[in-house]
């Protein structure tokens, strides 16, 4: 229990424990028994973006705004829409000072009505009751109890990341890492006798394909210094890659990820690879002859995983880093992301004609464009072997999202072809959270199956374990 500041009794966080099922008592009995079966299974997450280095450390975090605030996408995106500039939520800012996260904590406080209706409000709210044990509702009132609240919290050795790993019940914890990382994290935690947990690279090879990036060559520079093989021709970058993943394989890696603006891998005649690659090497390639060589590079990578065995990923739709002047102030990855539309059937022939049916290659394609779900995504994973389809994620992980993906998915690719929920998050205390607003969606969405009598309530049952178990093994070759 907080101890408040204030005489002044503020209102409690109360998480009504039917929230996210259906509205209707009989379906809503049979969700409450499918929720229960899968409520307290392990968590598998096969996308994610915390660093391997704080299990490998296992140091305590450093405040709440660090915790909470700053590496939240869905968090400071809404409050920069509210006028709150992304630095005072600490977005960009180096070493920021106690007073200053402080002051970022109580700006989300004091702007708590604006997340009303969104899935961070119902994130946060479980973290800080569930997770945190602090079941203040934020307010301009209540933000210095808060903070202080959860900073006496995670200063405790039960919050460290370790610690937090057990008790969210992880099974298999995946990374997002640059070819050049040399995964030393990773390995730590591989050789520590004391560690009992599994956290695999991912292989995030997108900067090294974007030709017509200004930074392209040095990242090509960087690759060539690690690998000992010359980048400078298109072959060469060919072995550089093969290297790579070769290593993050041996270290663990299941999969690599790929997010660019559309999906077509399309194979390059030799001869014109080397010429489009010399090009843009020597910064003479145009702005299409560079999509071109993306795409022939992007080839190279399912060329590979069909050899490799890694899952290849793809998260296309997504126009990164839409404001130009905070991108070039604060960085790359602030969350100003918009989605787009994106191609599917065309874009993904000439990859599926070549690996469509080959027994080691898998392709998982995400996407934040709703309208291909069941005119393209959905009928490409239900002829092809290779292919399934990847869950909501950035904008769709929620719970309305979820239940539009499940109708528009599983009449044509059914369950099996899917991948399992992905929480793809920076924002390690909303793991549990965002994989249990998962099984509730998926709980009521099977629920209303069974009312319907289109699934018995056994079949639903089994369905809905599948979908946090096998599932996501099968679909990422766990």
Known sequence: MVTLSSPVAPPRIALHPDRLLPADPATRSVARDLYAAVRDLPVISPHGHVPARWLAEDLPFPDPTALLVTPDHYLTRLLHARGVPLTDL???????????????????????????????????????????????????????????????????????????????????????????????????????????????????????????????????????????????????????????????????????????????????????????YAAALAGRATPAEATTLRRGLL?????????????????????????????????????????????????????????GTHPRFRLVVFTIDETVFSRELAPLAGFYPSLYVGAPWWFLDAPDAMDRFRSAVTETAGFAKTSGFVDDTRAYLSIPTRHDVSRRADAAYLARLVTQHRLTLEEAHETAVELVTSIPRKAFRL
Do not use: N
Request: net charge negative; proline share 7%.
């Open 90 to 276: 600490g977005v960009g800012v180096e070493d920021p000072t106690p007073e200053r996260s402080r002051a970022a904590f109580r700006l989300v406080c004091e702007h708590w009505a604006a997340l009303r209706g969104t899935p961070v409000k119902l994130w946060l709210e479980q973290v800080l009751a569930e997770v945190l044990g602090v079941d203040l509702v934020p307010s301009a009132a209540t933000a210095d109890d808060v903070y202080d609240a959860v900073a006496e919290r995670v200063a405790e050795p039960g919050f460290r990341p370790r610690a937090l790993y057990d008790r969210f019940r992880l099974d298999v914890l995946a990374t997002t890492d640059d070819p050049c990382d040399d995964l030393r994290h990773h390995a730590a935690l591989r050789d520590d006798p004391t560690w009992h947990g599994r956290v695999v690279p991912t292989f995030r090879p997108d900067r090294y394909l974007e030709a017509g990036h200004p930074a392209w060559a040095a990242h090509l520079d960087a690759l060539a210094e690690v690998t000992g093989t010359d980048t400078d021709t298109f072959a060469g970058w060919v072995r550089a890659m093969a290297d790579r993943r070769a290593y993050f394989a041996a270290h663990g890696a299941v999969s690599s990820d790929h997010s660019h603006r559309d999906v077509v891998m399309a194979p390059l005649d030799p001869a014109e690879g080397e010429r489009l």
């Open 299 to 355: 080839f190279e990578q399912a060329r590979m995983a069909s050899e490799d065995g890694l899952v290849m990923t793809l998260h296309p739709g997504v126009s990164r880093d839409h404001h130009a002047p905070s991108r070039d102030r604060l960085g790359p990855d602030i969350g100003a992301d918009i989605p787009v539309a994106v191609e599917l059937t065309e874009a993904l022939r000439p990859v599926l004609h070549a690996f």
